[in-house]
């Protein structure tokens, strides 16, 4: 078996910074100065409250929703769930992995799982792309390239950037899979700040997007595999 490429892992600047944002969301929805079916602030708001960027409000408002505490709707806005009587454990088991702490044993279970939901997605979005797809999907690129090198996003959020996994899946359209990302791509974003690190360079990652795309705009499903798989599955020094 091949030796695996190595992540090239950044020490996050400010490690307890997701965590607090997390916990001072959670504040607010138990504050109950929002009651349920009520809109939350929205993300421009938040970050201005919290004096954080928009991205890492937009991450940890993901993790909340994933744990059934808000809803978001398209056009809308985000709004507080009714609680419920029902346990959550189904949609926060993955989130409660790591309440423990963050090992490089967890992260490295984490990369496996990662690995084979990438792999499904993209392969099978690989046998139908599109022109069409595969202009959204390069324009997506360029545009978080350039918003990256503006450093219009904070770095730690660029590094852990997922939203050109999240079109392919979209363009994909299995909704099994897009929840099944969702439900990962939290963990990941979750996990790797707790740990303390971003875990690749942002031109190695848009190096690596545009050889994915390339395959993809090829439809050579086996190429797209093994670049996805070269993409997500590296080792941790």
Known sequence: MPEKNKFTMIPIKRTDVFQTIIQHLSDLLDSQQIQPGERLPSERELAEMLNVSRTSVRQALKVLESTGRIETRVGSGTFLCEPTAVSMSDQTSLIRLIE????????????????????????????????????????????NREIFARQLVDN?????DLSFEKKVAELGGNAILIAMQEQIHDLWVLAWRQFGYTPEKTDILHEEHLAILDALAAKNAGRVADLIIQHVDKEIE
Request: a negative charge.
């Open 100 to 143: 423990g702490g963050v090992t490089k044993d967890l992260l490295r279970q984490l990369i496996a799982a990662r690995t084979a939901i990438e792999r499904a997605i993209f392969e099978d979005y690989a046998w139908r792309a599109n022109k069409s797809g595969i202009n959204q999907l390069r324009d997506l690129i360029e545009t």
């Open 156 to 160: 730690d959020d660029a590094g852990l």
